[in-house]
């Protein structure tokens, strides 16, 4: 498809086990974020890829969280050890460049019991 | 600390009428705002954006306006849908760093038929 996607769309898992979380941006989009929104909440910024450029990683909660970026194109949230707390929607967004328009997934429902 | 809020959590409106969804900024830098529309279980969609160097700009049945001496931003929605309903955000990106937006809490919409 056109727009970024991410998988998978939902997603349970036991307190404790690692959880992966893909994000497919838009092809030719150069910048990539990860957003995590809690029930009813706003989107809290987690990490920034752009290019080949180090990803800026200043909103990761704790080091249980990592992600990756291949080249341009496909990205992995990794989070270690869940907890309940990390039950939320994980958003994906991409854009062309920096400063641009940027387009949203649908969205990766963490479930942590 | 710089912030981005939302005047109004909730606005409900009759369909057919205007709606005004309303946004505070505190940083002077940020010079491109993002409004974007989230349905129940759905990813945050764009509807328009404005920059800094615009007042006003106009999309179908949207506008936004920006008011630097305020700071205040503003999405209008002309003869509000039913299908309008959603939690509507705004959010800013300052200029001379990483491009990352930052979103309010949000306003929820509610039209009633």
């Known amino acids: 498809g056109a727009g970024v996607s991410q998988s998978p769309s939902n997603k349970v898992t036991e307190k404790g086990k690692d959880v992966e979380l893909r994000c497919d941006p838009i092809s030719g989009h150069t910048a990539l974020y990860w957003y995590r929104q809690r029930l009813g909440q706003g989107l809290e910024f987690l990490i920034y890829f752009q290019g080949n450029s180090a990803p800026d990683k200043s909103g990761l909660p704790s080091d249980r969280f990592s992600a990756e970026r291949t080249g341009e194109s496909v990205s992995t949230l990794t989070i270690q050890r869940t907890q309940q707390e990390d039950s939320a929607v994980y958003l994906c967004?991409?854009?062309?460049?920096?400063?641009?328009?940027?387009?949203f997934g649908e969205g990766s429902w963490l479930t942590v019991v | 600390g710089e912030s981005v809020g939302l005047h109004l959590p909730t606005l409900s409106v009759q369909e057919g009428d205007n709606s005004i969804i309303n946004c505070a900024y505190s940083?002077?830098?940020?010079?491109?705002f993002i409004w974007y529309k989230q349905e129940s279980g759905k990813g945050p969609q764009f509807i328009i954006d404005i920059r800094s160097n615009m007042d006003k700009r106009q999309g179908q049945r949207v506008t936004v306006l920006l008011n630097k001496t305020v700071k205040h931003l503003s999405l209008q929605i002309a003869a509000t849908q039913p299908g309008d309903s959603a939690v509507y955000f705004c959010?800013?990106?300052?200029?001379?760093?990483?491009?990352?937006?930052?979103f309010g809490r949000g306003t929820s919409l509610i039209v009633h038929p």
């Open positions: 967004a991409s854009s062309l460049m920096v400063r641009n328009t940027i387009y």
């Open positions: 959010a800013e990106t300052l200029s001379g760093g990483s491009y990352i937006p930052t």
């Open positions: 940083n002077s830098a940020s010079d491109y």
